[in-house]
């Protein structure tokens, strides 16, 4: 136990009921601790709590500032920052918009409990999608639609796709199914260092920040 310190979460959403509600469950956990709130995105940025923060829940849909433009300025001012968006499924067609914005994930607002704690450890240890079975029904619903129209980054995406080795292309392709590091390992016959090295290169050559990047990237492209 190198760092006994609390993970710092954030909570940014117009709704006081649910930021109370959130509060509660993360606060009832020894090693998390919920150290800033706000109504928009314009208190986010305004809130030295929010910024320094380990992890934050960002809602879409806000008055004053939305999740989106507010996920992109506090990353310019923490980029070590990891967000996760707040979403209503059906309702939230700009969740993509936020993700290109640097966000780590989804999560739905009515996601069990354990959901979201341990969509929180996920994202500050940088390791799983968030949910990978909410993901990628999400980016299924909010991806797949959009292909025939998103054709003027395909020569940019087919080329970075090219670039990526066989192997590296089955990390992508696992990566995209929400299998973690070990999952991925065990079904490739390989360490879990090795798969670490190849997610690592997978995210260089495809300009993805993060693993959830590269999986709207896998679904933008159609290999999955």
Excluded: C
Excluded at 41 to 49: D, I, K, V
Excluded at 191 to 203: D, E, F, I, M, Q
């Amino acid at each position: 136990m190198e760092d006994m310190q609390p993970i710092k979460v954030a909570i940014v959403d117009d709704q006081q009921l649910i930021r109370s509600g959130l509060s509660m469950l993360i606060n009832s956990r020894d090693d998390l601790r919920v150290t800033g709130e706000a109504a928009n995105g314009q208190e986010a940025l305004s809130s030295a709590h929010v910024v320094a923060a380990d992890v934050v829940l960002m809602d879409v849909r806000m008055p004053v500032m939305d999740g989106i433009q507010a996920t992109a300025q506090l990353l310019d001012r923490n980029d070590q920052l990891k967000i996760i968006m707040l979403t209503t499924f059906d309702l939230d067609e700009y969740a993509l918009d936020a993700i290109d914005a640097g966000a780590s994930g989804f999560l739905l607002k009515d996601a069990p409990p354990e959901q979201l704690l341990a969509a929180i450890d996920s994202v500050y240890h940088g390791d799983a999608v968030i949910a990978p079975s909410t993901t990628k029904r999400l980016l299924e619903h909010l991806v797949t639609p959009k292909r025939a129209t998103s054709s003027s980054n395909h020569t940019t995406e087919m080329a970075a796709l090219a670039s990526l080795t066989a192997r590296e292309r089955e990390v992508l392709e696992a990566m995209a199914d929400g299998l973690s590091n070990a999952e991925i390992a065990e079904k490739l016959f390989v360490s879990a260092t090795t798969v670490k090295t190849h997610v690592g290169r997978v995210l260089t050559k495809l300009g993805a920040r993060d693993r959830v990047q590269a999986v709207v990237f896998a679904y933008r492209a159609g290999i999955v």
